[in-house]
């Protein structure tokens, strides 16, 4: 019994390191791929160049991703992953609503700047845009956002600030505008690749503006 206890044991302990070691290798293609989508865009990079940055094998590679689709998942969970931990790490109750949206707004931005050639455009495969695991991915993550908005808005009106019936919808309603103004702002830049940093600013100051109002909008 002694002897069987320990082979159990020790396979355990094997078999959690080899756990752990594909862990870490799966977080280092992600990361290659970020590094790669971010400099050339997802639609002009191949799996073999990525497997060609990192240095392995392409069955290693397909070992942990069989496809470009099921990478582009991981790349995108992981992004958002970063994002709603920095959100959840700089949100504070006490603060105004006004001061807590600004902040927000500010973080929103640095990740749309530092990630902006992850959006799925040209070069990408029109198979790509009705995958069902990156729709579902991509609606879970909104719904992650639009819950997260949501609280705020409650924590603001429990300390009576604002009111409505609903803040779920109202939360909704705050990222879908803040949404369209960074659309329109980069469409009327004309840019076809990054917008320049003046585009940025605009799209910070709107946004900023549009929180004022809605505020305002919402006030007991």
């Given at each position: 019994?002694?002897?069987?206890?320990?082979?159990?044991?020790?396979?355990?302990?094997?078999?959690?390191?080899?756990?752990?070691?594909?862990?870490?290798?799966?977080?280092?293609?992600?990361?290659?791929?970020?590094?790669?989508?971010?400099?050339f865009?997802?639609?002009?990079?191949?799996?073999?160049?990525i497997?060609?940055?990192?240095?392995?094998s392409?069955?290693?590679?397909?070992?942990?991703?069989?496809?470009?689709?099921?990478?582009?998942?991981?790349?995108i969970?992981?992004?958002?992953?970063?994002?709603?931990?920095?959100?959840?790490?700089?949100?504070?109750?006490?603060?105004?609503?006004?001061?807590?949206?600004?902040?927000i707004?500010?973080?929103?931005?640095?990740?749309?700047?530092?990630?902006?050639?992850?959006?799925?455009?040209?070069?990408?495969?029109?198979?790509?845009?009705?995958?069902?695991?990156?729709?579902?991915?991509?609606?879970?993550?909104?719904n992650?956002?639009?819950?997260?908005y949501?609280?705020?808005?409650?924590?603001?009106?429990?300390?009576?600030?604002?009111?409505?019936?609903?803040?779920?919808?109202?939360?909704?309603?705050?990222?879908?505008?803040?949404?369209?103004?960074?659309?329109?702002?980069?469409?009327?830049?004309?840019?076809?690749?990054?917008?320049?940093?003046?585009?940025?600013?605009?799209?910070?100051?709107?946004?900023?503006?549009l929180?004022?109002?809605?505020?305002?909008?919402?006030?007991?």
């Open positions: 019994m002694f002897i069987l206890l320990t082979f159990i044991l020790k396979r355990s302990e094997g078999l959690k390191v080899n756990m752990e070691v594909a862990d870490k290798k799966r977080e280092q293609i992600i990361e290659g791929a970020i590094k790669r989508f971010t400099h865009g997802i639609g002009k990079t191949t799996m073999n160049d497997a060609d940055d990192l240095s392995v392409k069955p290693s590679l397909y070992y942990y991703f069989p496809d470009k689709k099921s990478l582009i998942v991981g790349v969970e992981k992004v958002f992953q970063e994002y709603f931990e920095v959100l959840r790490n700089e949100y504070k109750k006490e603060d105004a609503l006004e001061d807590s949206l600004f902040k707004i500010d973080i929103r931005d640095s990740f749309f700047k530092k990630y902006y050639m992850l959006k799925i455009t040209e070069g990408v495969p029109e198979l790509l845009y009705n995958d069902d695991a990156i729709k579902h991915t991509l609606e879970n993550l909104r992650a956002e639009r819950d997260f949501t609280a705020v808005f409650k924590d603001s009106e429990t300390k009576k600030e604002i009111e409505h019936k609903d803040m779920a919808h109202v939360a909704e309603l705050y990222i879908e505008s803040l949404t369209g103004l960074t659309t329109i702002c980069v469409m009327d830049a004309k840019k076809d690749l990054f917008p320049d940093e003046a585009v940025f600013v605009k799209v910070n100051n709107k946004q900023k503006e929180s004022r109002i809605f505020v305002r909008g919402l006030r007991c």
